[in-house]
């Protein structure tokens, strides 16, 4: 096994000096001779193309900053290196980052509103619209309905965006708006939950039952089994226990229908896909 793994690491080792290799090989010819690479589709440029003017040019072909930085060429470095990024990218439009999101709300007819978190108000528009799993998609592929979509603050601090976004929609609920949204705010956009274990302990004192808070706020409790807190945040929960051949077939099937795939089962009702796995029903639940 050890000679394995030394042979794994030589591998990965030999692989990664052969690219540094081919890196430094290049970024000598593009000072020294970047006409080598002229004849290249999308090649590097020869040595002094990136002019001020030029990489001008290629900053207002972009909406954002990562934009600038994700094309093609090494505009965004020359402009960078000689303190050009302030003159050529004031066009930019301004987008949030890990630390700070803006809060938006999309309103439907009838008082319909989903209320949410992005660092990107425009991209998160863009990306739900691509996703047919996505709950906005859904609606209005349902509906035929396109909602009126509203940039509620500026980019924010997480923590400050975060209750903000809770006070907002308590407020549409409390102006007769029905909410659209699955998951309770605290979702941070982007993919990043913001489970800290102060606010997974005053969560979870919420419910009495271990049940209660899997089917009300799962994402929370996954939190807590994922950062092994489970021992002190959730010993005052009552675990009921079923009886011995409760989890057939049928109530099995029931329950999985009520999830997204097998991991969203597992994590959800795990007694239930254990009694799946041991019984190979998985895989009657869920197409591979």
């Known amino acids: 096994m050890k000679s ?17 290799m081919q890196l430094h090989i290049i970024n000598v010819i593009r000072i020294d001779g970047g006409d080598v690479f002229s004849h290249m589709k999308g090649g590097l440029k020869p040595k002094g193309y990136w002019t001020y003017e030029k990489c001008k040019e290629l900053a207002l072909s972009c909406e954002t900053k990562m934009d600038f930085i994700k094309s093609k060429g090494w505009g965004y470095n020359t402009a960078l290196a000689n303190g050009w990024l302030d003159d050529i990218c004031s066009h930019f439009k301004r987008v949030g ?10 309103e439907f007819k009838n008082n319909i509103v989903y209320v949410g978190l992005t660092y990107n108000f425009e991209g998160r528009w863009v990306k739900r619209m691509n996703d047919k799993n996505d709950i906005i998609k859904i609606y209005i592929d349902k509906t035929g309905e396109i909602p009126i979509r509203k940039k509620l603050t500026e980019y924010i601090d997480i923590d400050k965006a975060t209750i903000m976004e809770g006070n907002i929609l308590r407020k549409y609920v409390d102006d007769g708006w029905v909410a ?3 998951n309770k ?5 982007g993919n990043v939950i913001k489970w800290r274990y102060d606010v ?3 969560e979870a004192l919420k419910y009495s039952t271990l049940m209660e808070f899997r089917s009300i706020n799962n994402n929370c409790l996954s939190a807590i089994y994922k950062n092994k807190w489970d ?26 229908l009520l999830c997204k795939g097998r991991k969203d089962f597992y994590e959800k009702y795990q007694s239930a896909y254990a009694s799946s796995l041991l019984n190979s029903w998985l895989d009657d639940f869920f197409i591979k």
């Open 200 to 202: 997974c302990k005053k």
């Open 185 to 189: 705010t605290g979702s941070i956009g």
């Open 97 to 106: 980052n890990y630390k700070k999101r803006c809060i938006y709300s999309y």
């Open 231 to 256: 021992n002190e945040l959730l010993s005052h929960l009552k675990h009921k226990k079923k009886p011995t051949g409760y989890w057939n077939k049928e109530r099995c099937y029931e329950v999985s």
């Open 180 to 182: 659209l949204n699955r």
């Open 4 to 20: 394995v793994k030394k042979l794994h690491w030589n591998v990965k080792l030999n692989q990664n000096l052969e690219k540094n």
